[in-house]
């Protein structure tokens, strides 16, 4: 069973548009959604939660579309931008989500600001970028969700914090049932946690595949101009030239390795694929 299905999602503004964007999200499973600044992620995700309009295609949760008002109790959510108003305190929130969520857990929330030192009483204005990013986290999993939607949800927290946040993630999905859908620049974060990657460039999906499968299988290739004119295209994905040689980006590299041994193939990291689908030429 699928958590998410979209379906040739599209949506178009005046100088920017997603195009055919289609992918699933496994059930019991963390996708780690990647792509720089502006590429359409946070617009997907929107989308997605049916905060914005006009677009078309299809997008399932649970196989329900995604305008199912009674999906709000299942999904919680974390978005770039950061949603309580300065004047409130985190006991205001818990009241105001108690009238709005059946499933609300008023002790699990005050166990989560307890486990990141949060106090319960204090004005939200006091706190740093990355307390208010632990207060929403808190909020989120408070009601219980089976779908976690994810915009930069670590952005501005220490690495000893953003390694809390990951255990949680992971607890999280112990039941086979709950899924997370985690859009990041931290590629390190989902290189420890997810089981899928997909990327999206200027508004249109690249890749789609397991974590594994891109960290095991594709390869990054340094050679010399000469080294590279020997490389048939066909057995590469992208390359970059810089100054003193050249990067090639190989999805196969035992086959890459079979026709060309005496070249080195090194592992490769998700920064590093990111910023070879995106700069390189092909």
């Not at 999993?141 to 809390?164: M, N, V």
Request: charged share 30%; proline share 2%; with cysteine.
């Amino acid at each position: 069973m699928n958590s998410i299905e979209i379906k040739k999602l599209n949506k178009k503004y005046a100088k920017f548009a997603l195009e055919d964007v289609s992918f699933n999200l496994p059930s019991g499973s963390i996708m780690g959604f990647i792509g720089e600044n502006g590429s359409g992620k946070t617009t997907t995700l929107k989308c997605i939660l049916d905060i914005l309009k006009k677009y078309t295609g299809e997008i399932k949760i649970f196989n329900l579309d995604n305008k199912d008002i009674n999906l709000k109790e299942d999904i919680g959510v974390v978005l770039d931008e950061a949603f309580f108003p300065d004047i409130l305190k985190p006991k205001d929130i818990n009241k105001i989500m108690q009238g709005i969520y059946k499933t609300w857990d008023e002790d699990l929330f005050k166990q989560y600001l307890k486990k990141f030192s949060l106090e319960y009483t204090k004005e939200i204005k006091t706190f740093s970028m990355g307390m208010k990013k632990k207060l929403e986290i808190a909020t989120m999993l408070a009601h219980k969700p089976k779908l976690l939607i994810l915009d930069e949800p670590t952005s501005g927290l220490d690495p000893i914090a953003r390694q809390e946040i990951m255990d949680i993630f992971q607890e999280f999905i112990e039941d086979e049932n709950c899924s997370i859908l985690f859009s990041t620049h931290i590629t390190s974060d989902l290189e420890l946690i997810a089981d899928y990657i997909t990327f999206i460039n200027d508004g249109k999906i690249v890749l789609s595949k397991t974590k594994d499968e891109l960290l095991e299988q594709f390869g990054l290739v340094k050679c010399t101009k000469e080294e590279f004119s020997k490389i048939a295209k066909q057995d590469y994905l992208r390359y970059l030239k810089n100054k003193y040689d050249y990067q090639i980006l190989v999805t196969d590299k035992k086959r890459f390795k079979n026709k060309y041994p005496k070249v080195v193939v090194d592992k490769i990291n998700l920064e590093q694929i990111m910023l070879l689908m995106i700069k390189g030429g092909n």
